[in-house]
Nanobody
Framework: QVLLVESGGGLVQAGGSLRLSCTAS????????MAWFRQAPGKEREFVAG????????AYADSVKGRFTISRDNAKNTVYLQMNSLKPEDTAVYYC?????????????????WGQGTQVTVSS
């Protein structure tokens, strides 16, 4: 069983930055594709960014390209999401997710392991 714990959320003004972290335990971290999803009130959970096992490949939602950067440190079992130029529409609960596969996918149902979520609120 893989346990994922997120941290780093908070309240920030529009244009500001935050860095989210997600630390994994209970599995072979370097074997997992890691991803960030988010869910705003009244909306479905959506893919934000994903990173391949070695960190050599990444994917982003169009809405965050050029502003967010996903990275991982396999020695620390941790994946990060650096969020810059934040907008009020980025306000959501952000979730870390993982899957033991080589394939990058974007549907939340394809990820069996989830963290508890961390709130990000961007004020205008």
């Amino acid at each position: 069983q893989v346990l994922l714990v997120e941290s780093g959320g908070g309240l920030v003004q529009a244009g500001g930055s935050l860095r989210l972290s997600c630390t994994a335990s209970g599995g072979s971290f370097s074997s997992y594709i890691m991803a960030w999803f988010r869910q705003a009130p009244g909306k479905e959970r959506e893919f934000v960014a994903g990173i391949r096992r070695s960190g050599s490949g990444t994917a982003y939602a169009d809405s965050v390209k050029g502003r967010f950067t996903i990275s991982r440190d396999n020695a620390k079992n941790t994946v990060y999401l650096q969020m810059n130029s934040l907008k009020p529409e980025d306000t959501a609960v952000y979730y870390c997710a993982s899957r033991n596969s080589i394939a990058m996918v974007y549907a939340s149902a394809q990820y069996p392991y989830w963290g508890q979520g961390t709130q990000v609120t961007v004020s205008s």
